[in-house]
Nanobody
């Protein structure tokens, strides 16, 4: 069982930046693909970004983004710290949501669906004001 804890959410003005972190409890963190999702009030949870990892090259192999965040958000991971990050720049009011971290065994060479996340964090609130 992998435990995921997100931090870094908060209130920011439109155009600002935030960096979310997700710390994983599992020391085999490098075996998991990691993703970020978000859920706005009254809406379904949606994919934001995902990152794969190669244990052979010990490096990120691919990243995927929702069209709505491409060019503004960047996902990265530090396997030495068992942590995945989401750098969010040029934030918009419509980015307001609870952001969730997810882990899955097995790579997906495309954006994930919600059902493809094996483990989930408790979420962190991001509020963007106009």
């Amino acid at each position: 069982q992998v435990q995921l804890v997100e931090t870094g959410g908060g209130l920011v003005q439109a155009g600002g930046s935030l960096r979310l972190s997700c710390a994983a409890s599992d020391r085999t963190f490098s075996n998991y693909a990691m993703g970020w999702f978000r859920q706005a009030p009254g809406k379904e949870r949606e994919f934001v970004a995902a990152i794969n990892w190669s244990a052979y090259t010990w490096s990120s192999t691919s990243t995927y983004y929702a069209d709505s965040v491409k060019g503004r958000f960047t996902i990265s991971r530090d396997n030495a710290k068992n942590t995945v990050y989401l750098q969010m720049n040029s934030l918009k009011v419509e980015d307001t949501a609870v952001y969730y971290c997810s882990a899955r065994r097995g790579l997906l060479l495309r954006p994930w669906t919600v059902s493809e996340g094996d483990y989930w964090g408790q979420g962190t609130q991001v509020t963007v004001s106009s």
